[in-house]
C-alpha cells in the first residue's frame, strides 16, 4: 500500500521559515519524481515545486524561486521543503504527490509533469501552512 504523509506546517510570521516533509512508502522510490502542491480556500491546486528521487533535479515554479528548496534523503524515503521568506500568499493546504515519469502509458519529462496534478496518482493528507502576523 503507497503511503505518503507530509509533516512540519503551522502558524509562522512572515518572512519567517518552515520545512516540510514528506515520508513515501509502498514504492520504488528511486523511479519517482514526487511534487509539492499547496492549495488556497478557494483557489486551485497549485504546483510549487517537483523533485527526481534518481537524480535529485527539481524544478520550481516561478512565484517560489529563490526562497523553496527540494530536497531528499533516499535512505529514509523522505523528501523536504525548506520553505524561506515566506509571505501570506504561501499560505495553503501543501501536499506532496508522487508518481514515475515513464510508465506502460506514458513517457514525460519531470518538468512536463511537475506542475500538474492529473500527472500523480499518489498523493498525501497534507499539512497546513499559515503565514500571518
Known amino acids: 500500500q503507497v503511503q505518503l504523509v507530509e509533516s512540519g506546517g503551522g502558524l509562522v510570521q512572515p518572512g519567517g521559515s518552515l520545512r516540510l516533509s514528506c515520508v513515501v512508502s509502498?514504492?520504488?522510490?528511486?523511479?519517482?519524481?514526487i511534487g509539492w502542491f499547496r492549495q488556497a480556500p478557494g483557489k486551485e491546486r497549485e504546483g510549487v515545486s517537483c523533485?527526481?528521487?534518481?537524480?535529485?533535479?527539481?524544478v520550481y515554479a516561478d512565484s517560489v524561486m529563490g526562497r523553496l528548496t527540494m530536497s531528499r534523503d533516499t535512505a529514509k524515503k523522505t523528501v523536504y521543503l525548506q520553505m524561506n521568506s515566506l509571505k501570506p500568499e504561501d499560505t495553503g493546504a501543501y501536499y506532496c504527490?508522487?508518481?514515475?515519469?515513464?510508465?506502460?502509458?506514458?513517457?514525460?519529462?519531470?518538468?512536463?509533469?511537475?506542475?500538474?496534478?492529473?500527472?500523480?496518482?499518489?498523493w498525501g493528507q497534507g499539512t497546513q501552512v499559515t503565514v500571518s502576523s
Open positions: 523533485i527526481s528521487i534518481s537524480s535529485g533535479g527539481t
Open positions: 509502498g514504492l520504488s522510490f528511486d523511479d519517482y519524481v
Open positions: 504527490a508522487a508518481d514515475r515519469p515513464v510508465r506502460f502509458d506514458r513517457i514525460t519529462t519531470i518538468r512536463d509533469m511537475c506542475f500538474i496534478p492529473r500527472m500523480y496518482d499518489y
